[in-house]
């Protein structure tokens, strides 16, 4: 029997959603870069934290700010249903299978070392689509997940917002009224176009994420 997906209630319950909110620092310097988790049914978020180790109902670096809501209609054989303009109600069969490839994602990861380069949360959220078929594809990377939050995420309220832009504004206004064009050079090819290359090196040259490690 289908239903329409529990509703999305800021900070904790997003059903169905991948979230995302800055990484103190390294999101000031670099918006487009932060943590990501990924939620149940029933909006629990999971995110891959540590070693070894997977996070429940606390994303690691705060509240989210940004966030997807997927369809859990997209999963599997559901993935060549008609697209939607909002998530289509979902049905029990469709809320255990999410939540079952979910919960053996995590075990997955609970034995995994931790990268921030080659294995990190954002590599978690996509071998859970990956094992979903999620949308008829096995190819989500850390990359396709990135793009997708950075163009397409919605904030949480005004303060999503701020909370991931105003550090970076912040820090560019001053690097700019003080270091002018130099900073602004060191910015790109110092931070920017070394992470950009990383990431174009790892999606199409090298094979996937690490492999599994045990503790």
Known sequence: ??????PIVPPKQFPFCVVWTPIP??????PFVGHMGICT???VILDFAGPYFISVDSLAFGNPARYVRLDPAKGSAAASAPAVSRPAPACAGEDIQWDTTLQAASEEYKMRMYNFLTDNCHNFVAHFLNELS???????????????VFLKGRYVGWWGAVKTWLPFCTIMAIGLAFGT?????????????????????????LKGPSVRQQP
Not at 1 to 6: F, V
Not at 25 to 30: D, K, N, P, T
Not at 184 to 203: E, K, M, N
């Open 41 to 43: 049914s029933k909006g």
């Open 1 to 6: 029997m289908c239903q329409e997906p529990l």
């Open 25 to 30: 620092v390294i999101s000031w310097l670099l």
């Open 134 to 148: 999620y949308g008829g594809s096995s190819d989500w990377s850390a990359v396709c997940l990135a793009v997708m």
């Open 181 to 205: 064009w130099y900073f602004a050079l060191a910015w790109t090819c110092g931070l920017v176009l070394p992470l950009v290359l990383w990431f174009v090196i790892r999606l199409y040259l």
